[in-house]
């Protein structure tokens, strides 16, 4: 399975080898003190590191955005490590791994990391593509860790309240959990590799839903109390790299916003809100006071046509359960000559809050002219052959024109009928983008709805993978409120969008978190603001 990645380098011997002595004092500032006990430098100086036992792993995807991105993070861990010894550290990116695009989902790769790696390697490291490696500082890090017990370490997150996107776990207390902040970097030992791989081998993994990899990870390795919890490592940060509160850190995040040029334009980009009759005085109001003035092309469709605001009846009726007859009803009319022909379609639910100028500033990273799938990724099934999508919702999401009576549910032992009971209650909060190859692609197969009512978010997953098309991941659109979400998490990004107007007044929220002023502002102005107000 990794046979794609050049291990030979790193699993040389070699006769004299170059070891970073990690006691040399690498914090910024130039007046040579150290903040270290002396049982710290012990620590380090019995756990020197060579950088050749490291294997830093990318948590890259296949669109050729992503790829570049990843390609430029490799390379410059490359070049830092040359500058430091001759034989460099492995670094792979995630993509490139296997065939099987569910293996964004690390713990099936498991095994083959440690079959790999066991002999040579210490740490496991695993960063995202906007994370910066101050290598002198990061291998100063980890060896302050006995390399021969389990570890893991990243940067902590925890849940101030139980929230279904988390199974509502740890329910009574659920600050006491800590995940890591995947953006800051994160690592395991290999001792821990090599249990972990074991158990994945001897215990297949559950075939359900991966909804916030970085949460689930951190269960399985904790393992109910069993295995070791997260371990905060205060160097990891997700400060801007050119912040003064980054001179400590060994791990930072590149500066500015995700923009790749000017921002596409709004008439490149056609809007489709989701609704139906009980909710057009409810929630298309907040619509209409927020962002729909950011849109110059948009449609409402329904299941009753309303001139006052207009809506449009697609002819598929509401249902109890998914979306699925309305959602490819959609992407049909969005083909068809009742629209404008436009590069992007953006598909939304009624009770969506997003800035379509920071949607136009993303855009402009992507390449229309390739089947592009954007959202918030999810999957089902990964470790059993199953399939990724863009996710309806973090799970949090009211059927609309339904009732509010909710149900606590864990995803993981769920029954048949608990499964029924949350796609009947818990239907999608859309927020997805779909470039015009992408739509052409899908409906060009063949593949449609096995029903009105299926969950169109699933099929429509199912349908791109089935044409070997990947869908891609993006951390800005988030599928509840902003609440459901830690703190310091946010704080480190500039948001798309938000879903749901449960207990909150929906209109705050957006002034709040979303607001833009575009002619004031430039996009990096914007990203700064922002991140020093949360």
């Not at 020197?48 to 490799?74: G, K, T």
């Not at 190859?437 to 978010?457: F, I, M, T």
């Amino acid at each position: 399975m990794l046979s794609k990645c050049p291990h030979r380098a790193h699993r040389e011997v070699s006769g004299c080898v170059l070891v970073l002595f990690l006691f040399i004092n690498f914090t910024d500032g130039s007046s040579g003190k150290t903040s270290q006990s002396q049982d710290e430098m012990h620590a380090i100086h019995s756990n020197q590191l060579d950088l050749r036992e490291l294997v830093f792993i990318i948590q890259s995807q296949s669109n050729s955005f992503h790829v570049r991105q990843a390609e430029r993070r490799r390379a410059h861990l490359l070049q830092q490590a040359q500058s430091l010894t001759k034989k460099p550290p492995v670094v792979l990116l995630l993509h490139s791994l296997s065939d099987n695009d569910g293996d964004w989902s690390i713990l099936p790769l498991l095994p083959e990391f440690s079959r790999s790696f066991v002999k040579n390697s210490s740490w496991l490291v695993f960063l995202e593509e906007e994370t910066n490696i101050k290598m002198p500082a990061f291998v100063k890090v980890l060896s302050k860790f006995d390399k021969t017990k389990e570890w893991f370490v990243g940067k902590p997150l925890f849940d101030k309240e139980s929230t279904i996107i988390h199974h509502y776990a740890f329910a009574e207390n659920p600050s006491i959990f800590k995940y890591p902040d995947f953006a800051a970097a994160w690592a395991l030992s290999m001792p821990l590799v090599v249990r972990l791989a074991n158990k994945v081998r001897d215990e297949p993994l559950k075939s359900d839903f991966t909804i916030d990899l970085k949460h689930e990870i951190a269960l399985y390795i904790w393992d109910s109390g069993k295995g070791p919890h997260l371990t905060a490592a205060p160097e990891l940060c997700t400060e801007p790299e050119d912040s003064l509160n980054a001179q400590h850190c060994a791990t930072t995040l590149s500066k500015g916003p995700t923009q790749c040029g000017e921002p596409v334009q709004k008439e490149d980009i056609f809007v489709a809100v989701k609704t139906c009759r009980k909710f057009h005085n409810e929630r298309v109001p907040v619509i209409k006071r927020t962002w729909e003035k950011d849109a110059v092309l948009l449609e409402y469709y329904s299941d009753h046509a309303d001139p006052s605001i207009p809506t449009i009846n697609l002819g598929v009726p509401n249902t109890e359960r998914g979306h699925c007859g309305k959602t490819f009803a959609i992407l049909q009319r969005f083909l068809s000559s009742h629209v404008p022909n436009t590069k992007w379609l953006l598909v939304v639910d009624d009770d969506t809050l997003i800035s379509l100028p920071r949607l136009q500033a993303l855009l402009s990273c992507y390449d229309p002219s390739e089947p592009v799938s954007l959202g918030e990724r999810y999957g089902y099934g990964l470790s059993q052959g199953g399939y990724s999508y863009i996710t309806g919702g973090g799970g949090t999401h009211f059927m609309c024109c339904k009732g509010s009576n909710t149900k606590k549910i864990s995803l993981r032992s769920a029954s048949f009928s608990d499964l029924t009971f949350l796609r009947k209650r818990l239907a999608p909060a859309l927020s997805m983008v779909f470039s015009r190859e992408a739509v052409v692609r899908l409906l060009d197969s063949g593949c449609k709805c096995y029903s009105n009512d299926a969950p169109d978010d699933m099929v429509l997953g199912m349908c791109f993978n089935a044409l070997g098309l990947p869908v891609t991941h993006s951390p800005l659109f988030h599928q509840a409120r902003p609440e459901d979400y830690p703190t310091d998490l946010l704080a480190h990004q500039v948001p798309i969008s938000f879903h749901k107007h449960w207990n909150i007044n929906p209109v705050a929220v957006f002034n709040k978190w979303l607001r833009d002023n575009a002619t004031e502002k430039s996009s990096h102005e914007l990203d700064r603001t922002t991140k020093t107000e949360l």
